[in-house]
T-cell receptor
Framework: NAGVMQNPRHLVRRRGQEARLRCSPM?????VYWYRQLPEEGLKFMVY????????ESGMPKERFSAEFPKEGPSILRIQQVVRGDSAAYFC?????????????FGQGTRLTVV | GQQVMQIPQYQHVQEGEDFTTYCNSS?????IQWYKQRPGGHPVFLIQ?????EVKKQKRLTFQFGEAKKNSSLHITATQTTDVGTYFC??????????????FGKGTLLTVNP
């Protein structure tokens, strides 16, 4: 049973480009959470999704950021027109139930660098 | 808004020494969680504390939740090189809450000299 898979592991984008981050949850997990980690900071919650539904996006910036978790395929975090401040590690976690992070496993993260 | 402060920011110890990191919240918490993140790695859930004054142990790790549910500590006895990493606390304010909308501290980076 593979763990939570995130790709790419490292992503470099120029200012103004789009970044697409993918997260495949563990088999049998239908709950996905996205977090952002700035250098030397803790995680900050962005969005919580179930299959085809956004449950809570209260941590997501209002502009340029969007997330989806389609019926088939991975969850996608999309950042349009990236700026230098978007440089961070983006982690997703998946859980089988609504137990939140206490029952979740994190992926290895995507390190986004905006140049 | 809610703030979670963690001290120290960095701690370097000799292998075999003890280590403690402290976490303080500006507001009363319903629960607190602790995570470990190895350098370049991803967070790994360690434990959740819910009750006032609660103490939990995992081998050489001892976790405490303060009586007022505003502070917590993680103590490692006789550190080993495998303990290297950043230890984060994360608090949740709302009782019966989500367990995912947590406020994370900035973490304590522990390095161990063999």
């Amino acid at each position: 049973n593979a763990g939570v898979m995130q790709n790419p592991r490292h992503l470099v984008r120029r200012r103004g480009q789009e970044a697409r981050l993918r997260c495949s949850p563990m088999k049998g997990h239908s709950h996905v959470y996205w977090y952002r980690q700035l250098p030397e900071e803790g995680l900050k919650f962005m969005v919580y999704l179930q299959k085809e539904n956004i449950i809570d996006e209260s941590g997501m910036p209002k502009e340029r950021f969007s997330a989806e978790f389609p019926k088939e395929g991975p969850s996608i975090l999309r950042i349009q027109q990236v700026v230098r401040g978007d440089s961070a590690a983006y982690f997703c976690a998946s859980s089988p139930l609504t137990g939140g992070l206490t029952e979740a496993f994190f992926g290895q993260g995507t390190r986004l660098t905006v140049v | 808004g809610q703030q979670v402060m963690q001290i120290p920011q960095y701690q370097h110890v000799q292998e075999g020494e003890d280590f403690t990191t402290y976490c303080n919240s500006s507001t009363t918490l319903s629960n607190i969680q602790w995570y470990k993140q190895r350098p370049g790695g991803h967070p790994v859930f360690l434990i959740q504390l819910v009750k006032s004054g609660e103490v939990k142990k995992q081998k050489r790790l001892t976790f405490q939740f303060g009586e007022a549910k505003k502070n917590s500590s993680l103590h490692i006895t006789a550190t080993q090189t495998t303990d290297v990493g950043t230890y984060f606390c994360a608090g949740e304010r709302d009782s019966g809450g989500s367990n995912y909308k947590l406020t994370f501290g900035k973490g304590t980076l522990l390095t161990v000299n063999p």
